[in-house]
């Protein structure tokens, strides 16, 4: 602490390098300041992206840009360095990077039961939210990094601790390899940062996944607001230094183009706005990355072409990440002409050198020079708040700037020198002659021929003794040749001469085995330049982008249509049952008319003769399009919601749509005995997350009962419950919580706003309804006890697989049941259940649906729904019901799905085949009269993606034999998400 006060003290103290210093005692010389100006002449300067000087001078002083223009007026102190033939830019700038913070290291030892309390006093209840932490504390300048940074041409860097949810505050530092922290710090609180990533140095359990974390930092912001208006006892130093840090610039690592609109939509809720370090796949839906309005920090990180030379590899790899591989190097160049702001950072290039490449691959593919610039210079100082100091070469900045042999963006540019706070660092010594081409040495007794090649900066040569080629070494830096080698006969030779401009000849001195001797070199051959293609930046051929950017993606998102399906075997279910050879025109996303002989009018006609038209199937419990299914670090996790999850890529969804599926319910797993928040879905393929939550959903919530949530199979023993019983305290406390809470908010003083509160107050209160994770019969009876104690109702049972058991408590309770046609026996709590369990619940008169939970079950809902006609008697229409209108007042959107019914939203499937048999296929599902999968379009589809990958993969094998850096394929697989993901 101490340390950061005297560099704090000295940064404020100064207003110069010189200021900084002028206090300090000098004992290894004399005392002196260098108040010259230094004058580079002659060159093209870039003062700006936009503003470029052909032939000017750039006039700096004290470490500062005193002007630059085409006409400057030299003071009589002036060092003048010619920079003809020279171009000058602002030095560039890392938004966010860890430069000189040593990378976190995860503690070992750590047990198999996890910590569920945090381990310090003093701060938030959870160690991930560390916003407390300053990344000056621990800052150490790393000369060897910095060295690289130098080399690609960057002078600043704004780093930080990339550590946890709640990181703090980073430090902006220029690379001044001569002076001191004092120098180099422009700000010790530059930023403060945040990310849906968990410390890995503590060991806290929540939050263990995304949808925890973005419930965590809403209750940290919540609490900050209630901690500001002290209305806490006590010091809380994270929440004290969140509130002090609020008015700094805000980042957030985001890391993927769905985490950018989470963090979007948390800064919106607290009227933030963050600028996101993105993912590098924005490009697939930039529309919703532009609504925003962020600024974005884009990584360079490019993948490299799979090296698919071994047809058996190419199996590895998927065409999702063939075609990120493809079109990639495309996202800055497609978000900048969408308006999107953005800067570049060095993270996670595996290696600081491979910037320029990756760079130029981006321009390459279509990035325009001068928006690369900006993402270098100007627009990350806008980021930082610095466009007063760094980012550009107008008068008082700092003089941060590099000096190049020409276009920084073309490959044979050379960096010669990058200047920071005016001080010269040398990259590449530049040389002015041109000595190339082929030479003849004579020395006294032999004659050599030497053979000078590469670029005039760069100059490579090889000697030959006749026709043998001899080892040698050779340099050629300011002006001067230096070249060893030994001779045929091991005698070893050192050349050392100065070249003059300009000449074909020269001399001077060899040191051999035997002393020195005079000799000559003569140039016999000028060099020819011979014009090579350059095949490293050169564009591939880019595939479509598709909505979503996967394989069975549309190339555009599909529209609504006005349909008239004609002469169908309508299953309403409504009292109208079955109708056959009956229309429905769906108009404007509804059901417009249903009847016989309707006219089409514009419509386009669909003839469903001999074909069965039913409502959307609906899953009343699945886990398909989830990020994450479960957050397990507490025992209630209420707080959390799967909306902030919902994964709109998942190709579950298509499948699920070609098994005719329209709407789900997307419900937290059954790791805790309250769960979190569900998202009612309807399977619009291609949309955003957010346009796949229906509007005005309903509000549910994920319960759970039984082995898993009392962590039966974890061999975890420190979390309560352990036990049945221990699980109905846990809903007895939360709802004697709630309702106090509740009392306290209804009272009209000051209350601490609690999201996970917030819900259960909403159960106690009618407005959010119960899906219950359940099996045993004694736990079933147990929650309808505890729900009637507290006044409200159990919603739905899921699994209930126990249910024939109680079903005449549940029919009284009021309570509805979402359970499998006939699995059973797969753990120890389910061996009882019954295929008839069903049909005995319905009969209770309790509404009863058949559900999923599986990716796979959901494509055949259909025949899952059959098989209650074989097992308890079930009609064909009550069977369809429970996978239509039944799941649908389960979920209390009977008013708008569920059935063919006038006004009722167009959620149809039309099959090629009665519904339920084995060989039923759906041929069109639409949702609100949008075609989302059509099977004659689907066949179209798998020849495409063939013939996609094929065409990839040969673009692939082009990279390698252009030789291109390759990766080596690798298998990735989705998880399988279930009740127990974790």
Known sequence: MKQRLLIIILFMASSSLLKAQDYFPESKGVKSNNHNYTA????????????????????????????????????????????????????????????????????????????????????????????????????????????????????????????????????????????????????????????????????????????????????????????????????????????????????????????????????????????????????????????????????????DAYDVSDPFSETFVSLSDMRHWNQAPANPKILAENGVTFSFTLKDLK?????????????????????????????????????????????????????????????????????????????????????????????????????????????????????????????????????????????????????????????????????????????????????????????????????????????????????????????????????????????????????????AGKAKVIDATGKHLTAGIIDEHSHIAALSINESGHNSSAEVTMEDVVDPDDISIYYALGGGVTSLQLLHGSANPIGGRSAILKLKWGETAENMIYDNSPKFIKFALGENVKQSNWGSTNRFPQTRMGVEQVFINYFQRAKEYGEKKASGTPYRYDEEMETLLEILNGERFISCHSYVQSEINMLMKVAEKFDFRVNTFTHILEGYKVADKMAEHGVGAATFSDWWAYKFEVNDAIPYNAAIMQQQGITVAINSDDQEMIRRLNQEAGKTVKYGGMTELEAWKMVTINPAKLLHLDDRVGSIKKGKDADLVLWNDHPMSIYAKAEKTLIEGVVYFDIEKDKQQRESIKKERAQLIDLMLQDKSKGKKTQKPSGKRREEMTCESL
């Open 351 to 599: 290696k600081t050198k491979d910037f320029k490449e990756k760079l130029m691959e981006a321009i390459a593919y279509g990035l325009p020079k001068t928006k690369a610039l900006e993402a270098l210079t100007t627009i990350p100082a806008q980021i930082l708040g610095q466009s007063s100091k760094i980012g550009s070469l107008q008068k008082n900045m700092e003089a941060n700037f590099i000096i190049t042999s020409g276009d920084f963006f073309d490959k044979e540019t050379i960096v010669y020198e990058n200047w920071v706070q005016g001080k010269k660092n040398l990259i590449t010594a530049a040389n002015t002659n041109d000595i190339r081409g082929e030479y003849n040495i004579t020395t006294n007794s032999k004659v050599f021929t030497l053979s000078i090649k590469g670029s005039i900066d760069d100059p490579k040569a090889s000697i030959k003794q006749d026709s043998t080629t001899l080892t040698s070494k050779f340099k050629f830096e300011n002006n001067w040749l230096n070249l060893s080698f030994t001779d045929n006969g091991s005698e070893t030779y050192r050349f050392s001469s100065l070249i003059s401009p300009n000449t074909d000849a020269f001399s001077g001195k060899v040191m051999t085995s035997n002393g020195a001797e005079d000799f000559k070199a003569k140039l016999t051959e000028a060099f020819e330049t011979k014009p090579e293609k350059d095949h490293t930046h050169e564009p591939t051929d880019i595939v479509p982008i598709t909505y979503p950017n996967i394989g069975y993606g549309n190339l555009e998102r599909p529209k609504q249509e006005t349909i008239l399906f004609k002469n169908a075997t309508v299953w309403t279910g409504e009292d109208e049952g079955i109708l056959t050879n009956t229309d429905v025109l769906v108009k404007d996303g509804k059901i417009s008319k249903i009847g016989k002989d309707l006219s």
């Open 40 to 303: 580079f002449t002659n060159a093209k300067i870039y003062v700006t992206p936009t503003t470029v000087i052909e032939s000017g001078t750039l006039l700096i002083k004290d470490g500062k840009v005193v002007s630059a223009g085409a006409q400057v007026t030299l003071p009589k102190n002036t060092v003048v360095i010619n920079a003809e033939n020279k171009t000058i830019y602002p030095s560039f700038i890392d938004v966010y990077s860890d430069f000189g913070v040593k990378k976190p290291k995860r503690e070992g030892g750590r047990g198999r039961s996890a910590q569920y309390d945090a381990t310090r006093d003093g701060f938030y209840w959870n160690d991930h939210i560390m916003p407390e932490t300053d990344a000056v504390d621990v800052f150490e300048y790393d000369s060897k990094k910095a060295k690289e940074l130098l080399e690609a041409g960057f002078g600043v860097v704004n780093t930080h601790l990339q550590d946890g949810i709640a990181r703090g505050t980073g430090v902006l530092v220029t690379l001044n390899e001569n002076g001191t922290n004092a120098d180099r710090i422009l700000n010790d609180r530059s930023a403060q940062y945040f990310s849906f990533t968990k410390s890995i140095v503590k060991s806290q359990s929540y939050p263990s996944s995304l949808m925890g974390a973005t419930a965590l930092l809403r209750q940290f912001y919540h609490d900050a607001d209630w901690y500001a208006k002290g209305n806490v006892d006590g010091i809380d130093r994270s929440l004290e230094a969140l509130n002090k840090n609020k008015g700094l610039i805000q980042i957030f690592e985001a890391e993927s183009k769905s985490n950018v609109l989470r963090a979007d939509k948390i800064g919106d809720a607290f009227g933030i706005q963050y600028t996101i370090l993105g993912g590098g796949y924005e490009y697939e839906m930039v529309s919703a990355i532009k609504a925003t309005n962020a600024k974005l920090i884009l990584p360079l990180n490019f993948p």
